[in-house]
């Protein structure tokens, strides 16, 4: 269940959140108050009455790599490790098929849409693999607004940039 909640900046009381993702605010309450006992969220102070608790998380971005220097490797970990990326894959692509589900909703603005899909083979190195996303997200960091903050500009609007990195056990 936790793998269906909302975008961090989405995160608001469970009521609506239980209705969202099709569970009971009971359930979600209690993924909540876990996810907050583990700091993944936190109260909102500036909403909520003392019954209706909201909800914000400390975070505005994610990244994961498998395998650091410091990770034990065992069995629980790697376990742990795959079923956080399959929760992320799960979200990312809740997230694009949402998206792609609204285009019929936007034909009159098709032609002007900037968005794109895109994947690229590329031959690299452990260590090339190990540069690269640093040099892709120290572009991306040009673009980054923090939530609350006014757009840059008239037309600016939010928008998710994410990517991934992994062997193509498909390729001949």
Do not use: C
């Not at 790697?78 to 589900?101: A, M, P």
């Amino acid at each position: 269940m936790r793998g269906r909640l909302p975008r961090p900046h989405e995160l608001r009381e469970h009521k609506g959140l239980g209705r969202r993702i099709g569970e009971s605010s009971g359930t979600t309450s209690y993924h909540l108050r876990v996810m907050a006992d583990l700091g993944f969220v936190e109260d909102d102070p500036d909403h909520g009455d003392g019954r209706d608790r909201w909800w914000l998380t400390p975070y505005r971005r994610s990244a994961f790599s498998v395998r650091s220097p410091d990770d034990p490797g065992d069995a629980e970990t790697i376990g742990l490790d795959t079923q956080f990326i399959r929760l992320t894959v799960e979200s990312n692509h809740h997230r694009i098929r949402s998206f792609v589900d609204s285009l019929p909703d936007r034909a009159e603005e098709l032609p002007t849409l900037p968005w794109t899909f895109s994947e690229i083979a590329i031959e690299l190195t452990h260590e090339q693999a190990r540069v690269l996303p640093a040099e892709v997200t120290a572009v991306v960091q040009r673009y980054r607004r923090e939530p609350g903050t006014p757009p840059k500009g008239d037309d600016a609007e939010r928008a998710v940039f994410s990517f991934q990195i992994f062997p193509d056990e498909d390729a001949s």
